[in-house]
């Protein structure tokens, strides 16, 4: 396994880490499965995890996906704590503790993708971008709290629109996922209340346990899941995102889908965890 090429200077970001943030598809596991990597069944992602939790290492999954269904994951895998919906949910030792992180006063969550229901936002974007976007079933009808869409889009535009039409609102690209009927190369694209994201979730969760950026690294694939750089001493992208002028993000080779044991590796050999 090829291993990753960092400048020394941006490891002195990073003491011993206590805290690994990380997406859930494309960067621990490939087509739903720990065991795959995009050439066939590889055990490096399983090992690095199972290093990680005897170093007592807090892998913490930060996810477009609900809390329930985070959490037979997170059992099985020896996960305690978690971030679902895009960071709507901050849940700790297997939701003996949850905080809502909804950016409104509401606080049902059915209610919340009510209100965002009755914008209308999604009228508008499904009639001004007929045709490349449309809802993501199941999922559009499992999720409690918000919206979600499939399609491919480009996503700087998108977000300007939304920003411009309906300001309490934003849009968040989670990244790609398996091809449809009528995509190739489609993305998630979840509809949230403005200021609710990945990052801020991860700056409730610094605030809460008192977690200094020196001991935080997160992985992910996405544009989304970049925004959480802000909050950890390095941020590893495993993904197809363009350059970004934070200093503080390393871009990993991930055509075999391994990269996050590559981090993992890297941590090791640096004698970081």
């Given amino acids: 396994m090829s291993e990753i090429k960092i400048d020394d200077s941006l490891l002195s970001n990073l003491d011993k880490i206590k805290v690994i943030y990380t997406d859930v598809d494309n960067t621990i596991v490939n087509d739903g499965c720990l065991f795959k990597s995009k050439r066939g069944y590889a055990y490096e992602n399983a090992g690095a995890i199972f ?14 996906r609900d809390k329930n269904k985070l959490f037979e994951t997170a059992r ?19 939701g003996e503790r949850i905080i809502k992180n909804y950016g409104t006063e509401i606080e049902r969550p059915e209610e ?8 209308r936002v999604a ?43 309906f300001p309490l609102l934003r849009i968040i690209d989670n990244g790609p996922v398996p091809p449809e009927e009528d995509f190739k190369n489609p993305h998630a694209y979840h509809i949230v209340p403005a200021g609710v994201g990945k990052r801020s979730a991860v700056a409730i969760d610094r605030r809460e346990r008192e977690l200094r950026k020196e001991n935080l690294i997160a992985i992910g694939d996405s544009f989304e899941d970049l925004t959480i750089a802000e909050e950890v001493g390095i941020y590893f992208n495993v993904g197809d995102i363009p350059a970004t002028d934070l200093q503080n993000v ?22 970081l965890v």
């Fill in 112 to 119: 919340l993708k009510e209100w965002i229901v009755s914008t």
């Fill in 51 to 64: 290093e990680m939790l005897n170093a007592d290492i807090d892998v913490v999954m930060v996810s477009g």
């Fill in 76 to 94: 099985l895998l020896g996960f305690k704590n978690y971030i679902g919906n895009l960071g709507m949910q901050i849940v700790y030792n297997l």
């Fill in 250 to 271: 390393v871009t990993i080779e991930n055509s075999n889908g391994l990269a996050f044991s590559k981090v993992v590796n890297l941590l090791k050999n640096n004698e």
């Fill in 123 to 165: 009228d508008r974007i499904l009639s001004e971008y007929k045709g490349r976007i449309r809802y993501y079933k199941p999922w559009s009808d499992i999720l409690t709290t918000h919206l979600i869409f499939i399609g491919e889009l480009e996503i700087k535009g998108l977000v300007k629109w939304i920003e411009n039409e």
